[in-house]
């Protein structure tokens, strides 16, 4: 008769019994699936080198839309550019490389061409390998298509832009063209830019990841990465470039061809240009590319099933040490418990699991012990905790309510408590009486209800994992600090319309005894009687804004839409204020657009802007500066432009100008000290933003500042 300690040690472990049936199911089945997979990658070697070849070719004819776009972006901004066309007018290569060479070197082009309307260069540019640009050679371009078809300012089927190659071998450039109108739309020049056949070549293989050839309609290899190899290998029949052409739908796949010593597949497809087939475009991969490919499948899914048969036995010891041999004496254990014997244990005595499952079984019911004189002392603790709580919210003057996610009250002290009762007895509260609306908000905000208003604030209540339990609202009553703030604004408005009287008066009597005592006064009496004119109209500017100011902040600010010519505004306007830019030894400079332009807005308030606008453009520009003022009409927008030489604004202040009572650097720095309030552009945004339009400011020390006023063409009165 065996023994119980040899059959203890015969007797196949839980860790075997469980695990070695999984263990033998998935080796099993990774032998299959290892040979089942590996046959199907082999079997598809073609497919997946079409498919490989199929994404080269398409990436590639991404890439040369990519390029084109890109080229085409290029020219956009430089027949957009202001001046250029100009220059080409006046034959000044120096302004025509001020103005281009940046966007030239921003966008990397290979080759920059500008020529006049005789189709000779007026200027040109090429890249070195450095990135650095050197002067080109100019050349005779009156007999090149693209030049023709720039010239002609006729746009065909494919837009106003047009593509053409020119040169041979490495020499090959791909040409971007597009013409220069003057203001009048008369064609004065064009320009090319260029990107080199190599360059081209470089890029489409850096994309598709692929040996890319160019051919012509002929057939002829026009370039290649293929260099050194011979191009008579490669080249196509005319029949074959046709063939490839017509259907463009279907890529063209060719059977093998060694290069340099390598077997290819080639794909071929159709090479466009601005929407235009010009030649064949293809792609090449060397046949073993995929069988590497598929080597290294192979191996990879061996990996893979190696790794889930390791794991699956690591699992299986796993799952096998947690299968608890006494399980029915813990259920008997469980049982006595549920029952109320709180005496009963478990008491495994094991070095396992097993073990310490059952004594933190046997701990547990000794803590249930515990837990019930536990759970008394907390509901002693926590009928304290609650005195002290209500005892808190009952000494703060401020509404506090705690709501939970639901938006139900929680807690909340005496006064939440009578605006709750009071909200919930009106049949139309001004606000929900469960605060529901209010919860949500992060920042501190003000409401009104019942002629009170409360600054509310909410925070959320959470969890250390994040999680959300409430939200607690405190909403403090700021009524006084509302109407003492009210007060304020009516007191300074009051103080300024009483101001105006006695400065009206006192610029009367000056004024008067200008005019009347001039023979009897000295030069210097009556420089200083202009200087107290002076600074009684600065003073009376400042009331107006402070009033306006008030206004808009009161919400009284109002404007009257009514048609009134807007040229006619401007040029009445510059004619005022143009002897005191010349009188501080400034040229005011006006690009207004030709045509009258009528707007439906608040003439005296738009006015008011432009004024402020411009007062600061001539009081912040040195002696021997210019100040510009512009009037245009774009796609959407009525432009206007103040620009000047002036002293222009630091970075950190932009922000800021647009604010009231800002007064940059700038107003108390030397020869600029200017008195003011900081309110003018202030008023000026409002103004605009009344008229539903925009307004921008841009500046560079010691360069000038450009102010844009945008106002929405719909406001445009249409006039015959």
């Known amino acids: 008769m065996v023994s119980s300690a040899l059959w203890s040690r015969l007797y196949p472990r839980i860790n075997a019994r469980i695990t070695l049936p999984f263990l033998l199911v998935i080796i099993v089945v990774a032998a299959i699936g290892t040979v089942v997979i590996t046959s199907s990658v082999a079997g598809n070697i073609q497919e997946r080198l079409a498919n490989q070849l199929a994404d080269s070719v398409q990436t590639a004819v991404n890439t040369v839309a990519d390029i084109e776009r890109q080229q085409l972006s290029t020219l956009r901004s430089m027949t957009f550019t202001e001046g250029v066309s100009d220059s080409i007018l006046s034959g000044d290569a120096s302004a025509i490389e001020l103005l281009l060479l940046p966007i030239a070197a921003n966008n990397r082009v290979n080759d920059l061409i500008v020529f006049g309307t005789d189709g000779q260069t007026s200027y040109r540019i090429l890249s070195e390998s450095n990135g650095n640009y050197v002067p080109g050679p100019l050349l005779d371009l009156s007999s090149w298509t693209i030049v023709q078809n720039i010239l002609s300012g006729e746009p065909d089927q494919f837009g106003d832009k047009f593509a053409e190659f020119h040169g041979e071998g490495t020499d090959r450039t791909l040409y971007f063209g597009a013409a220069f109108v003057d203001n009048a739309g008369t064609v004065v020049g064009g320009v090319m830019v260029g990107v080199r056949g190599t360059t081209l070549i470089r890029l489409l293989v850096e994309q598709s990841i692929s040996n890319v050839t160019l051919y012509d309609d002929d057939g002829n290899v026009t370039d290649t ?8 290998l490669l080249a196509l029949t005319p029949l074959r470039v046709a063939e490839i052409k017509s259907d463009v739908e279907t890529l063209q796949i060719d059977s093998e061809v060694n290069v340099g010593g390598t077997p290819y597949q080639f794909m071929y497809s159709p090479f466009q240009l601005r929407g235009e087939q010009v030649g064949v475009m293809s792609s090449a991969l060397p046949v073993d590319f995929v069988a590497g490919r598929v080597s290294k499948s192979r191996n990879d899914f061996f990996g893979i099933f190696g790794g889930m048969v390791l794991a699956v036995a690591v699992l299986g010891v796993f799952i096998s040490r947690s299968i608890v041999r006494p399980v029915f004496r813990m259920v008997e254990t469980t049982r006595a418990i549920e029952s109320g014997d709180l005496s009963k244990r478990v008491r495994l005595q094991m070095p396992d699991e097993l073990g310490e499952l059952g004594r933190s079984f046997d701990h547990m019911t000794d803590r249930l012990l515990d837990q019930n004189q536990e759970i008394r002392d907390l509901f002693n603790l926590q009928l304290q905790e609650t005195a002290r709580r209500d005892a808190v919210l009952g000494s703060i003057s401020d509404a506090v309510v705690v709501l939970d996610n639901e938006g139900n009250t929680i807690l909340s002290n005496e006064t939440a408590r009578e605006l709750i009762n009071r909200l919930q007895a009106d049949p139309a509260p001004p606000i929900p009486p469960d605060f529901s609306m209010l919860r949500r908000q992060s920042d501190p905000y003000t409401i009104t209800a019942y002629d009170n208003h409360y600054s509310v604030l909410s925070r959320p209540v959470n969890l250390d994992t994040g999680a959300i339990l409430g939200y607690v609202q405190v909403l403090r ?45 000295t030069a210097q009496d009556q420089d200083f009687l202009v200087k107290t004119l002076g600074h009684l109209d600065t003073l009376g500017e400042m009331i107006d804004q402070v009033i306006e100011v008030n206004a808009i902040l009161s919400e009284r600010f109002e404007v009257t839409f009514q048609p009134f010519n807007l040229t006619n505004s401007l040029h009445n306007l510059l004619r005022e204020l143009q002897p005191r830019v010349e009188a501080q030894g400034l040229k005011l400079i006006k690009t207004l657009n030709p045509k009258t332009i009528w707007l439906n807005g608040d003439q005296v308030h738009l006015e008011q802007a432009f004024v402020h606008i411009i007062k600061n453009a001539y009081n912040y520009t040195l002696e021997g500066g210019w100040i510009e003022v512009g009037l245009d009409v774009d796609a959407r927008d009525v432009i206007i432009t103040v620009a000047d030489s002036g002293v ?13 009572l800002y007064r940059g650097r700038s107003a108390d720095a030397g020869p600029t000290d200017t008195r003011g309030m900081g309110l003018g552009l202030y008023i000026s945004k409002q103004i605009v933003e009344t008229h539903h ?24 009165e249409p006039r015959p």
């Open 225 to 232: 990465s293929f260099r050194g190899q011979n191009e008579d």
């Open 648 to 660: 222009g604004i630091d970075p950190d202040e932009i922000d800021k100008v647009f604010e009231k």
């Open 477 to 521: 009553d700021i009524t006084a600090i509302v109407e003492s703030d009210r007060l304020k604004d009516e007191i300074i408005l009051q103080l300024s319309h009483e101001l105006r009287t006695p400065l009206t008066s006192a610029r009367g009597y000056a004024d008067l005894l200008v005019h009347m005592a001039a023979a009897r006064l």
């Open 693 to 716: 339009g925009k307004i921008r400011l841009q500046s560079q020390p010691g360069l000038g500042t450009l102010v844009t006023i945008r106002l929405p063409k719909r406001l445009i």
